[in-house]
């Protein structure tokens, strides 16, 4: 059985995760609408993989007996001016995530609750470890590329041919 603080917190992050899923698919409308078709396509494919977060997160709740009571997530509405803005837009929200699933572990350490440990490490945190580094690469890559079109064009080409 989940403690009450902890139940509170999965469901905050379920709503957390979901509102990265819409984060992402502006995103990917941006790139759409500014043609980077590959960044785009890769971005549909992440928003989809936080609509899992937010079902693995769910499922576990219910596996503990718990209430899912999912908050409402937050409006998403981005103007970018430029790829780095996005990939900096990215990267923050990843660092975020990763915060807050910190903080649940946490939560669930002062509780010793091994269950909610070991879910989160090796479900969510595992996982969020490969969100950040996927944000912090994309991040670099654009860094470098600055205003050069060839070199921006070659990422969203790689990324295009991006198959998780």
Known sequence: MLSK?????????????LTNSKKYRVVCSWLRYEGYEGLASYFDKWSK???DHARW??????????????????????DF????????????TEQETTS???????????????MSQDFLLTKMIHE???????AQTLYDLCE???DNIAAIMAIDDKYGDYNE
Do not use: F, W
């Open 5 to 17: 603080r902890l139940e509170s917190m999965l469901n905050n992050q379920i709503a957390h995760e």
């Open 49 to 51: 993989e936080e609509d």
């Open 57 to 78: 997160i769910l499922s576990y709740i219910v596996d503990r007996n718990g209430c899912v009571d999912i908050p409402t997530t937050e409006s998403v509405n981005m």
């Open 81 to 92: 001016k430029s790829l780095i803005q996005v990939a900096e837009y990215v990267l923050s």
């Open 100 to 114: 807050l699933l910190y903080k649940i572990m946490e939560q669930a350490k002062m509780e010793n609750c091994y």
């Open 128 to 134: 969020q470890i490969e969100e950040e580094d996927k």
């Open 144 to 146: 470098k590329a600055k």
